[in-house]
């Protein structure tokens, strides 16, 4: 039964996760696919530096709810199937889920976005206080550097620690600190190989920095 809940759990979350928000507002509104322009890349940043604040604003917003909306069902069927086992990880493979369907969407073609908006939602719903302090860094970093990507890649690594940190000291019993922390490596290495192209470009110091020209859709 607890298979059962796992895949079911992974597999609703997938499919949520495979409504790619920048590709939806990108047609729906301009009547133009966001994977044409710009880096290519099917996100909040891409979308920004093509469309606008606006654009931009609808897609976050979209990624975010889709990864809360992924966590919350997969407590729910894991409380639901298997309620003698923690629900806390149930969330876990939910937010695994929802972050293979944004960065492989099934309606499109399988080329989707980088994720880390999808795992702050999905975060938000798990433990607020970690993606809280996550947040707090990735804005820092974005004002000193100017730089999405290299400010993303930093609050992914850092957030298997932040986890470990946060489960060791303030758990309460909820869960083993190591096995919270493998999940949280797991999702932040996926956002990490996501942005692979990107830390070759911060090598090359050729990455896009905000305040730089942008060509118009």
Not at 44 to 55: E, S
Not at 93 to 107: C, D, K, Q, W
């Amino acid at each position: 039964m607890v298979l059962l809940a796992g895949v079911l759990a992974a597999f609703c979350a997938y499919l949520l996760g495979s409504l790619s928000f920048a590709v939806i507002v990108s047609r729906l509104f301009y009547h133009k696919d966001i994977r044409q322009f710009g880096s290519g890349n099917a996100g909040m940043t891409n979308v920004l530096r093509t469309f606008g604040k606006g654009a931009a604003a609808g897609v976050l917003a979209g990624d975010v709810l889709k990864g809360t909306v992924s966590v919350i069902l997969g407590r729910l069927i894991f409380s639901l199937l298997v309620p003698d086992v923690a629900v806390l990880y149930g969330a876990y493979i939910a937010a695994i889920g929802a972050l293979l369907g944004h960065l492989f969407p099934l309606y499109f073609g399988f080329k989707g976005g980088k994720g880390i908006s999808v795992v702050t939602g999905a975060m938000f719903a798990i433990k607020p206080p970690i993606i809280i302090a996550l947040i707090l860094v990735f804005i820092v970093m974005v004002i000193i550097t100017r730089i999405v990507s290299l400010s993303s890649i930093t609050v992914a690594a850092l957030y298997p620690v932040f986890t470990f940190v946060y489960f060791t000291i303030w758990g309460n019993g909820e869960g083993m600190p190591w096995l919270n922390t493998l999940f949280a490596a797991i999702l932040g290495g996926m956002i990490i190989y996501m942005h692979r192209a990107n830390i070759k470009r911060l090598r090359n110091g050729t990455e896009y920095k905000f305040g730089e020209k942008k060509k118009e859709p």
